[in-house]
């Protein structure tokens, strides 16, 4: 069940705070904490961060908490009081205890049509056994997302970009992986180029150097990614942003989906077809994840 703690302040808007109220408080995972006319659940409307936590260090929390703030910007929501959602996710990474892995999720929603204030809660967990997927790699498939690669500059009303709770469709693109017997999916731009996974972002290695599309292709500003370029300084690797269609991606010599939760997980198979990876470069690579303190 885990940890939960709803957030009493979730904005900065002084005007939209209960007067009185503490910041947050601990509640009941198990019991029901949210009205049914909340726009969360009745328009997937409000945004959210997954952050990991290894041996009791949430990881990458200030790109996190940006990103979280980004995302609301991008949706018209009031801004996040950041340092009181930072004290909330200490406080449940605290109350989970000392597991080796857990995740930390941080929601905020528009609250309940015409209250004009957001819901927010933060609620953690241990997580899954990803050692498979890091170690052995992921078969994964390519899938047209539909949207071109300027869709963020010419249609911000699509929010690619933002990391809001309307997940579906990211769900439904996995289950059409597993339906053609893989793993997980690179979503293309409608005009042929590589975006990102439903759930992660893409690095690739080329000789000495690991690379990435660029945010500005209507993707998240993956916070994994943004430690592993710190993994390739340590490893005197060179990285760089790169506009890769599919076919190149076969040309590649490793393929990465990076996440939160996961870490690093190879692609072993790639539109059916087998390709290699560095195991060894793989290896110190999610070593440098998990023990990320920051
Ligand atoms: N892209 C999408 C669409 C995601 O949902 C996620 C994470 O859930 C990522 C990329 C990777 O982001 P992060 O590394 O911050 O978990």
């Known amino acids: ?7 009493n302040r979730p904005s ?26 909340d726009l969360a659940a009745t328009r997937g409307d409000g945004v959210f961060e997954t952050i990991a936590v290894g041996d009791g260090y949430p990881q990458a929390l200030d790109h996190h908490l ?10 018209d929501l009031p801004s996040p009081d950041l340092a009181v959602w930072r004290r909330a996710i200490l406080e449940v990474v605290d109350k989970l205890g000392p597991l080796p892995e857990a995740t930390v999720k941080a929601v905020m929603s ?4 015409g209250d004009g204030r957001p819901t927010g809660w933060v609620h953690g967990q241990q997580s899954p056994d990803h050692t498979r997927a890091r170690t052995e790699g992921i078969a ?10 300027d869709v963020e500059r010419t249609s911000p009303w699509l929010l690619a970009g933002a990391k809001t709770l309307s997940y579906a469709v990211n769900r439904a693109a996995i289950r059409e992986a597993v339906r053609r017997g893989a793993d997980d999916v690179i979503f293309i731009s409608s005009d042929g180029f590589v975006l990102e996974g439903p759930t992660s972002s893409l690095v690739v290695q080329r000789g000495d150097t690991l690379l990435t599309p660029g945010i500005e ?15 390739a300084a ?61």
């Not at 940006?66 to 910007?73: E, P, V, Y």
């Not at 994964?140 to 949207?147: A, E, F, H, I, S």
């Open 12 to 37: 900065a808007d002084a005007a939209a705070h209960r007067p009185g109220a503490p910041d947050f408080e601990e509640a009941d995972p198990a019991s029901p904490q949210l009205s049914v006319l």
């Open 217 to 231: 292709l209507g993707i998240l500003d993956g916070t994994t990614l943004g430690s592993v370029f710190d993994f």
């Open 1 to 7: 069940m885990g940890v939960l703690v709803m957030i």
């Open 140 to 149: 994964v498939v390519t899938l047209d997302r539909g949207l071109r690669h």
């Open 66 to 75: 940006r990103r979280f703030a980004s995302s609301a910007s991008m949706l």
């Open 110 to 113: 528009r609250g309940i049509e």
């Open 234 to 294: 340590e490893e005197g690797l060179r990285t760089g942003y790169a506009m890769l269609t599919a076919e190149q991606l076969g040309e590649m010599d490793s393929l990465w989906l990076v996440s939160s939760g996961r870490h690093a997980a190879p692609v072993h198979t790639l539109d059916g077809v087998p390709r290699p990876f560095d195991s060894e470069l793989n290896l110190r690579m999610n070593a440098f994840l998990s023990r990320r303190q920051e």
